[in-house]
C-alpha cells in the first residue's frame, strides 16, 4: 500500500494518460514513460480490467510516483480506486464527493473543469490542481479568463488535443498552465513501445523547452 503522502513539487508536471492499457502491458509501459521522466501515470477506468492495472502499477511503484486512475466519475469507482492503494485520482468532472473521498485518502487529485463555477468548487472541496477539460472547449483565452479570476496558487494542467510540440504547449505554459495531462498523443494500445518512447522523449523536451 502507498503511504499516501506526495509533494507535488517533486513531481514532473506530465501526467501520463495510459488508456486502454492491459494489465499484462501496464508494467512495461510504466517503465518507458518513468525511464524517459514521468511521475504520474493515470490508467483511466474504461480501460480493460483498470483497477488490475493500477494495482500492478501500485506494488510495481510503491509509494515513488503518483499513480493512479482516471475518468472516476461516482463515488463507487473512487472507493474501488483508493482500495487499491492509489494515491492519484483524476475526474473528466467536478463532482465533490469524489473529491472530498480522495483528499481524506491522501490522494493528490484533479477533477476536470471548464467553467469558473465548476474550478471554484472543485477548489473548495479540496482539490490539488484543476484538469482543464477538454481544453479544446476552453481555448487559450478562455484559459486566462479563468486563471484571471482564481486563485493565484492554482495548479492548471490543461488536457486533450495537446501534441508533443512546443507550438502546441507554450502559449499554455506561458498563460500559467503548470503542467498537462496527456493522452492519445502519448499512448495508445496500438503503439510500439520505441513509438511510446520516442512520444515521451518529445513531450518531456517540449515541455523542458517551454518551461525555460
Given amino acids: 500500500m ?5 509533494d507535488l513539487n517533486q513531481h514532473f508536471p506530465l501526467i501520463a494518460i495510459i488508456r486502454g492499457v492491459l494489465p499484462d502491458d501496464v508494467i512495461r509501459i510504466a517503465d518507458i514513460l518513468v525511464q524517459e521522466g514521468f511521475t504520474m501515470l493515470e490508467v483511466p477506468l474504461n480501460s480493460p480490467d483498470a483497477l488490475d492495472s493500477i494495482s500492478r502499477l501500485v506494488k510495481h511503484f510503491g509509494d515513488k ?15 474501488a480506486v483508493i482500495e487499491t492503494g492509489a494515491n492519484l485520482v483524476v475526474t473528466p468532472n467536478m463532482n465533490a464527493q469524489v473529491i472530498k473521498m ?4 491522501g490522494c493528490a487529485t484533479f477533477p ?3 467553467t469558473p463555477t465548476e ?10 490542481g484543476l484538469k482543464l477539460f477538454p481544453v479544446t472547449a476552453l481555448g487559450l483565452d478562455g ?8 486563485p493565484k496558487e492554482t495548479l492548471f494542467f490543461p488536457v486533450g488535443g495537446i ?7 507554450k502559449p499554455y505554459v506561458d498563460a500559467g498552465a503548470h503542467g498537462f495531462g496527456l493522452g492519445s ?9 520505441d513509438e511510446v518512447r520516442n512520444a515521451a522523449q518529445q513531450f518531456v523536451k517540449a515541455f523542458n523547452n517551454c518551461a525555460q
Avoid: W
Wanted: proline share 5%.
Fill in 2 to 6: 502507498l503511504t499516501k503522502e506526495f
Fill in 65 to 79: 510516483y503518483l499513480i493512479g486512475a482516471g475518468t472516476v466519475t461516482t463515488p463507487e469507482q473512487a472507493k
Fill in 102 to 105: 480522495a483528499v481524506e485518502a
Fill in 112 to 114: 476536470g473543469v471548464v
Fill in 119 to 128: 474550478a471554484f468548487d472543485a477548489l473548495a472541496a479540496g482539490a490539488t
Fill in 143 to 150: 484559459f486566462k479568463a479563468l486563471k484571471s479570476v482564481a
Fill in 163 to 169: 501534441n508533443p510540440t512546443e507550438e502546441s504547449m
Fill in 185 to 193: 498523443a502519448l499512448y495508445k494500445p496500438s503503439m510500439t513501445d
